[in-house]
C-alpha cells in the first residue's frame, strides 16, 4: 500500500499518480492547480476538498456547482470534474481516499441517515466554527502519516478519519438532516447513479425504466422536469464526457476508445461523438 503526504507545495504535473495512492492529503492548495486544468479530470479516488477561502465553480458528473468558502466538496471515484472558475484568493485542502479506505469507512456508516445526505449533497457549506477543528486533523493525521513504522498506521488512519467524519464533518449536514426526498427527486438519483455506472455498454431508456419499475416515457418526462435534460441526453452527455476525457488523457488510440465504450465501430463512434461537440474525435484530441 502507498500512503503519501505533501505540505505547502505545487501538485505533480501526473495529476492521476496523486489520485492512484491509497492515502495522500495536501494543504495550502492555490488557484494554480486548478487554473492548469483545461480539460475534464476523471478521479481514480474519493477526494475531499476543503475550501478555505475565496470561490470555486464546477461541472461535475455534468451538474454544476458553485462553492464559497468556508465549503467542503465531496467527488468520488470515476466521477469526472471540470473546473470553470477559481477566484484568485482561492485556498484549499484536500483528502484522496482509495476505494478500499472509503469501503471500510462505510463500514462505521452503515444504514446511517449521514451516508445518504453525503451521498445527495456533494457540495456543501463548511461552518466557521468547524475549521480549527479540520486544521487540528490535518495535523494529526500527517503526524500519522510520518509514523511508517508503526505497526498499525492503517488502523490509526482508519480511525482518524471516522472520528472527523462523525465529529467534525457531520456538521455540514446537520442543515439537511430533515430533508424529505421526493418520489421524483429519488427516482432522478437513481437514474444518475445507473447511467454512470451503465452508459458504456446501455444507451437505450429501457434499460434504465426497467432497472426503475417505471415507463420509459415517465422517466425521461421526471428527468426533464427535474434537471432540464430527458434521460437520452443524460446518457449521451456521459458518454460524451468519458470519451473527452480518454481522448484528451489516455494513450488509447481512437479505435480503441470506440471499442471501450462500445461503439459497433470507429466510424459510428466519430459520427456520434462529431454530432454533439461539432468535432471528429480526431480534432478534439488535437485541439487546445
Not at 444507451?203 to 435534460?229: C, M, N, P, W
Request: with cysteine; proline share 5%.
Amino acid at each position: 500500500m502507498d500512503y503519501g503526504y505533501r505540505y505547502n507545495i505545487d501538485l505533480p504535473d501526473n495529476l492521476p499518480t496523486i489520485l492512484n495512492q491509497d492515502f495522500w492529503i495536501m494543504e495550502n492548495i492555490g488557484p494554480e492547480m486548478l487554473n492548469s486544468l483545461h480539460e475534464p479530470v476523471k478521479f481514480a479516488a474519493t477526494t475531499w476538498i476543503i475550501v478555505k477561502d475565496g470561490s470555486f465553480s464546477a461541472e461535475i458528473n455534468l451538474i454544476n456547482y458553485n462553492l464559497k468558502a468556508p465549503a467542503l466538496l465531496m467527488i468520488e471515484s470515476s466521477q469526472i470534474m471540470l473546473p470553470k472558475h477559481v477566484s484568485d484568493d482561492f485556498l484549499a485542502s484536500v483528502i484522496v481516499i482509495s476505494r478500499r479506505y472509503r469501503d471500510n469507512l462505510l463500514l462505521f456508516m452503515n444504514n446511517m441517515p449521514l451516508y445518504s445526505l453525503m451521498s445527495r449533497h456533494p457540495v456543501v457549506n463548511a461552518p466557521q466554527e468547524i475549521m480549527p477543528d479540520i486544521d487540528r486533523f490535518f495535523t494529526d493525521i500527517a503526524a500519522s502519516l510520518a509514523d511508517k513504522k508503526h505497526p498499525y498506521q492503517q488502523q490509526i488512519l482508519l480511525f482518524q478519519l471516522a472520528g472527523f467524519v462523525f465529529k467534525t464533518l457531520y456538521k455540514c449536514f446537520e442543515p439537511y438532516s430533515k430533508e424529505i426526498l421526493s418520489n421524483q427527486s429519488r427516482m432522478v438519483d437513481q437514474f444518475l447513479q445507473l447511467a454512470q455506472q451503465n452508459f458504456k455498454k446501455e444507451r437505450f431508456i429501457d434499460f434504465y425504466a426497467q432497472k426503475l419499475e417505471v415507463t420509459s416515457k415517465h422517466l425521461s418526462r421526471t428527468l426533464k422536469s427535474q434537471t432540464g435534460f430527458t434521460a437520452t441526453e443524460w446518457i449521451e452527455r456521459f458518454v460524451i464526457l468519458e470519451a473527452k476525457v480518454l481522448l484528451k488523457s489516455s494513450n488509447l488510440n481512437i479505435q480503441q476508445i470506440s471499442d471501450k465504450l462500445n461503439f459497433q465501430s470507429q466510424s459510428f463512434f466519430g459520427k456520434y461523438f462529431k454530432k454533439t461537440t461539432g468535432m471528429s474525435p480526431k480534432e478534439f484530441r488535437n485541439s487546445k
